[in-house]
Each structure stands twice: as structure tokens, then as C-alpha cells.
DNA sequence: CGGCATTTTGTGCAAGCGGTCAAAAAGTCA
DNA sequence: TGACTTTTTGACCGCTTGCACAAAATGCCG
């Protein structure tokens, strides 16, 4: 049931993907309603209709962010050796060319944490859930890396992939004030240098 | 010359402390100029007329808390071994109580990053300058310690220097919304054990 | 074809924002 | 004391914000 009335006359999906890349480059409070309103071409009720208000909005754009990356951080990571995927994953964040304005800066999850988890526990939970995902998802790798004497053993998989995402997060959000490429590159590959084994 | 005219009634900068912390525990949008009128028991235009606007005010905070930062960064590297003021100063971001609200999180050059430096010149040079700085200080007594066989040589110091930049902001930044104290130490004894010697 | 459910559209609104200003107050100095 | 300079005070402004709502539009189903 519930097919009937008249039918939505934009992408649901490719609007809040749409939102996505506005709340990445701007942020939270730098973008506003109008803002989308004007970048999706849709009517004020329209997205109120539809995403509920501004934070549910944000939020939504949040999950499908967290969505994709854990997709991509799976994929990378589930063969293979570990240490060039998780290379990867460290500098990517640091990789963008950064002259266009508009472009999307640093880890969205990051964002977040900084501008809306001290007041919003809903964010809180959103990124404490990323976090724990990301730590649950490299740690795994990480054991069975240093089952086959890629890693080191040092440190538990768990330590290691709490520092990872230390490293990467401060890496994408330092990234965003404008850092030395080689130099990042060369403090990624001393810490993936450091966990071989 | 110049000593005439109505004196101030409030102490500069001790004003300017108290609106550090704010603007620390809640950031720059969160804050409103009523907020800091109420809390700094003055009137706005008082506010306006030592400081100028939100944005000048917000900055000088921000220098504020970094000359202190720098000051103790510098400080605490500048006698005896280094590698245990390394990993203090890598955990205090994470050692905060986190009970009451109002409590300051995380490293504000870090909130700075991430709320203003997108859309503020101003704001990314300070934050440039203070990461710079860091790098600076923080590979210099690596430098030594390198030299006195303290801290292992597979990288640079500078490398090793920014790692340590990544890793600190990083951790500070997820520590705002939440993190298992223990395995946040277990991270930072994992990096400080890696640059051993 | 005609009710029905739903979305669209655009206006409207109260609240809060950052910021300004003119008058009163409070010192200094001749 | 009385001009002069600066700060305080609190009212005020224009703007933008997030959000609500009523009327029109649109497609489905009996």
C-alpha cells in the first residue's frame, strides 16, 4: 500500500548525495538551508518534507558518508597484504589537489566530531559508531597480518588500529590547513614502516 | 600622552581568558556574542570596542591558547629524556574528565581546523603558523634524542615530527566524542615503543 | 471520471544573530 | 572647575536563520 499521492519529483538519493557534498566542503553551520535549497533545486517545504529538519538532514548525509568509506575501507583491506591498503587509506586524505574551494575537505567524520558532537549527542553516536567500526575492521586485518608475519606484534591489532585512526584522522583534519605533501607522505611511511614486522 | 579618557573597568586580558574558554569547549558557532557578553560580565559594545568583531576575538583566543601550548610544548622538551614528555604530551588531550559539559575538549587549533580554516584565511595561517611550530619544536628534540641514541633513526625527525602532529590531533579530536581511555593509551604507548630505539 | 493521498510551491514568521550608535559616565589635565 | 578623551551602557537595526502552513498540483485507484 502507500503507492499512491503525487510522486516525488527529484532523486531522494542524489538530492542528500547532492547535500553531502555541500555539508563536506562548507561544513555544518556554514551551510544553510537556502544553501541546499538552492544547490538541489528543490522547494524549502520539499526538503523539510522529505529529510526532516537541517540536523536530521546533516545527519543522514553523515550515514551515507560513514557508509561508503566503510565500504571502500572493506574492500581494501580483505586481501592481500595490509600494510600498502592501509598506506593507502592514511594518505588518501591528504591526496586532494585543494585548489578548487568547493571541494570537499578532510574526513566528513572528523568534521563532524569537531563542530557538532560537543553539543548534539545523536552526532556523538553517529561518530562513535564510525570509530568503533573503524577500529573493529583494521584490527581485523591487522591480526591476521601479524598471524602471517606482515605486522608486527608489538602492539595488540587493537592498539595498532586505535593509532591508525588517530593517525588518519589527524592526518585529513591537519590536511585541511594545507600541509607538505612529501612531508605527509613521509610521516605515513614512518608509521606504516614502524608496524612491519 | 595618551593616558586620558574613562579607564577600563574590566581586565583585558583576563576577559580574553575566560572567552578561550568558551570558545574552547563550545566552538566559534556555538558561541554567540551573548554568551560571551554574559559571561564575561561586560556590555557588547564594551566587547566590540576592545576587541573588535567575533571573528578578531575568536582568533586572539585561539593565539592565546597556543602561545600557552607552546610554551608548555617547549618546556617539556627541553631537558631530560624525551620520549616519556612525548607520550605525555600525546595522552593529556585525552586525560580531559569529560563530565561536565562545559569542560574545553579537544585541541582548539584542532576546532579551528575544522570549523573556520575552510572559509578564513586568517584563521588557516594561525593554524599553519601553530603547526609549523609544533613541527619545529617537536623535531627538534627528536633531533637530539636521535643523537643520544634515545629514538630510533628509520625516519627522519622531521618525519617522525609530523607523525607525532597527525597522532595528536588526531586523538584529541576523537577523544571529543568519546574514547576508551585505556585503549587510547595503548595507542600512544604503540607509537611512543615504535620510536624507540 | 472523481475522490484521495501526497508532494510541491511560495509566502510568511518569530527568534536569534552579529554588529552599530548616541548618550551618559568616569577619569585626566590645564 | 571645566574642557577633553575614552569607556560604558543599553537600546536598536537589518539580516538571516530554521521552520510552518495553506493552497495548488499531481498521480493512483476504484
Not at 555541500?22 to 544547490?39: I, M
Not at 566528513?108 to 559508531?129: F, H, K, S, W, Y
Request: aromatic share 6%.
Amino acid at each position: 500500500m502507500a503507492r499512491t499521492g503525487r510522486p516525488r519529483a527529484f532523486d531522494e538519493s542524489q538530492a542528500l548525495e547532492r547535500a553531502l557534498m555541500l555539508f563536506w566542503s562548507r561544513g555544518y553551520g556554514a551551510t544553510s538551508v537556502q544553501d541546499l535549497v538552492e544547490a538541489l533545486s528543490l522547494e524549502r517545504g520539499s526538503l523539510y518534507g522529505a529529510f526532516g529538519d537541517k540536523r536530521s538532514f546533516y545527519l543522514a548525509a553523515v550515514r551515507l558518508y560513514w557508509d561508503t568509506y566503510e565500504r571502500g575501507l572493506i574492500a581494501a583491506l580483505q586481501e592481500g597484504p595490509v600494510l600498502p591498503a592501509l598506506r593507502e587509506v592514511l594518505v588518501t586524505p591528504a591526496g586532494a589537489p585543494e585548489d578548487t574551494p568547493d571541494a570537499p575537505h578532510g574526513c566528513m567524520i572528523g568534521n563532524t566530531t569537531a563542530e557538532l558532537v560537543p553539543q548534539d549527542d545523536e552526532a556523538r553516536e553517529v561518530v562513535a559508531r564510525a570509530h568503533a567500526r573503524f577500529i573493529e575492521i583494521v584490527a581485523g586485518a591487522l591480526r591476521r597480518a601479524q598471524a602471517e608475519g606482515e605486522v608486527t606484534t608489538a602492539a595488540t591489532p587493537e592498539a595498532q588500529a586505535q593509532l591508525l585512526l588517530f593517525t588518519v584522522q589527524g592526518l585529513s583534519l591537519v590536511s585541511r590547513a594545507g600541509v607538505d605533501q612529501a612531508a605527509a607522505l613521509a610521516a605515513a611511511d614512518a608509521l606504516i614502516g614502524a608496524l612491519r614486522a
